[in-house]
């Protein structure tokens, strides 16, 4: 499992960055960054779901956004703001590299490739962030329970994770009966099961007959991902 910001980088530009990294594993629940937080290294997922999480007065919270190895954390510094926008924690178990953000400065302006991956990843955030704005506004708590399964099966490259219906409910801001029903049908129709916190989906393909239309779109503005590692 890789990185796929690192992996569209030049050979010349992975091995800068390799030079400064360090890759450990994150537990889930452990908290990366709190918000306003100042950035001291980039934080870049190759297994599991980052999530950055907002929270209002009230004490309510949700998840502005879910980080997996399509992405990482600290885009903000490159783009001028130098803390955390967020708080970040590890919705689900996986494994991150840290490179500390005098690296990634130097990367910027060493490296054309660098500051072209940089671009395309802001645009597909954007597009990513729209949607998740779009779908929890428009979709059905379905179709969003569903959208996050699967971005989680993807972000994982596999089908069983460890993940408890309170977890999910706290990141989408729904009631944990809600998710707990959609969870139930799923269930019933085979398409996934669950036990004991592991949540395995037996079968995508009728797992994403009920995802929503803000899957496919987050999807499309991440597809370079796939072509600027075949060219």
Known sequence: MENLILRALSQEARSFLQQHAL?????????LYTDHAPFTHAVFPSSGVISLMGKRENGTIA??????????????VLLGTGYSLST?????????????????REAEQRFACFRR????????????LMEAV?????????????????????????????LTQDSLAEALGLRRVTVGAVWSKLKREGIISYSRGLLQ???????EAYASESYGRTLDAFA????????
């Open 23 to 31: 890759t450990r594993p994150v537990a889930t629940g452990e908290v």
């Open 63 to 76: 998840e502005k956004a879910a980080i997996g190895n399509e992405g990482f954390i600290g885009l903000a």
């Open 88 to 104: 970040s924690l590890a919705r689900i178990a996986g494994e991150v590299t840290y490179i500390p953000m005098s690296a990634m």
């Open 117 to 128: 991956i940089m671009m395309w990843y802001a645009q597909a955030l954007v597009v990513q």
């Open 134 to 162: 779009v779908s929890a506004r428009l979709d059905q708590a379905e179709a969003q329970v569903v959208n996050w399964l699967l971005f989680a099966n993807r972000r994982m490259h596999d089908t069983a994770f460890v």
């Open 201 to 207: 989906i037996r079968d995508v393909q009728a797992l």
């Open 224 to 231: 370079w991902q796939i072509a600027s590692h075949e060219t």
